[in-house]
């Protein structure tokens, strides 16, 4: 699972980067959001908070904190254009469903498994999921109202 979320993940940037027609959707006027404002945080709080002060673990504990925030540019861009295709609308909806599965993953994994605990990753998945929650909101009533997708401004 983890080489198809690769893949799938690599060839998304690339056809946001390279494929002539879905290039020119791109929205340089409204993607305005300062990426530094959440790598480098989420960078800090790796060097301090982590498993063991190590370069692999400091890493993956970067990573973590790094995925529980990188939605924060697509919700941004899609709340300021307030124009949600159809297609994108189910892309961040599935991205936010595959966590909510992991944090079942995780409850069954406590339950079944001695020692399964991992705090770090617990706690960026519950705040991922958190991020995700506004917009499952207006995407279930847009759903269920068999309307177009708008987020409020």
Not at 36 to 58: D, G, M
Not at 128 to 133: D, G, H, P, S, V
């Amino acid at each position: 699972m983890k080489l198809v979320f690769l893949a799938s993940s690599f060839s998304i940037v690339w056809y946001m980067r390279k494929h002539k027609i879905v290039r020119r959707t791109y929205d340089r006027e409204h993607d305005t959001f300062r990426h530094h404002f959440i790598v480098l945080p989420c960078l800090v709080l790796a060097l301090l908070i982590n498993e063991r002060f190590t370069f692999r673990e400091v890493m993956w504990a970067f990573s973590i904190y790094l995925e529980a925030v990188a939605i924060l540019p697509q919700l941004v861009l899609l709340q300021r254009t307030r124009n949600i295709d159809n297609l994108t609308g189910q892309y961040v909806f599935f991205l936010g469903a595959y966590r909510v599965l992991y944090i079942l993953n995780w409850i069954y994994r406590y339950f079944t498994e001695p020692h399964f605990v991992h705090w770090i990753s617990w706690i960026a998945g519950i705040v991922q999921t958190m991020l995700y929650a506004d917009f499952f909101y207006y995407y279930i009533i847009s759903w269920k109202n068999n309307v177009k997708l708008e987020l409020p401004a």
